[in-house]
């Protein structure tokens, strides 16, 4: 499985790239939201080639754009409407603001840092993944 990983702080970039790698995923990293969306735009322009990721983990508040913007406008895009979206943040979110960001910008969870332990995460990541998968076969995709 391809994992696409956004986060702006090199050290937990790399850490989840690596514990992706461990799980067995192959991870396809960016260290900003606007990099993301630069290479969105290479996505609808057809112009990017490789694998569309299956799973994808960005930080909420990126440089350039944030991890809301990004995932909006992922669900715009059909190759990503029924890809599983989980943001971090290490801000404190009232129930109503993660509410708000879930149905506003399509996100399926959103994670708090400081991260949980790997197998937790772990746990937590498959979890979201199963669950959208679910979702996608009950909508007959």
């Known amino acids: 499985m391809i994992w696409l990983i956004a986060e702006d702080e090199a050290d937990i970039l ?3 790239a690596t514990m992706c790698q461990v799980w067995g995923h192959t991870a ?12 969105l735009d290479e996505v609808e322009s057809s112009g990017y080639n490789g694998q569309i990721p299956e799973f994808i983990l960005m930080d909420i508040r990126m440089p350039g754009k944030k991890g809301t913007d990004v995932a909006r ?3 715009t895009i059909s190759n990503f409407k029924h890809i599983p979206i989980a943001l971090m943040t290490a801000y404190s979110l009232s129930a109503d603001e993660r ?6 910008d399509g996100v399926d969870e959103i994670i708090n840092k400081p ?7 772990r746990t937590q990541l498959n979890h979201i993944i199963q ?5 996608k076969q009950g909508e007959g995709q």
């Open 131 to 135: 669950t959208k998968q679910v979702t």
């Open 14 to 16: 790399n850490l989840m």
């Open 99 to 104: 509410k708000a960001i879930m149905e506003t």
């Open 73 to 75: 406008r992922m669900r």
């Open 115 to 121: 991260l949980p332990n790997f197998e937790e995460l």
């Open 28 to 39: 396809v990293t960016f260290e900003s939201g606007q990099k993301v969306w630069d290479w």
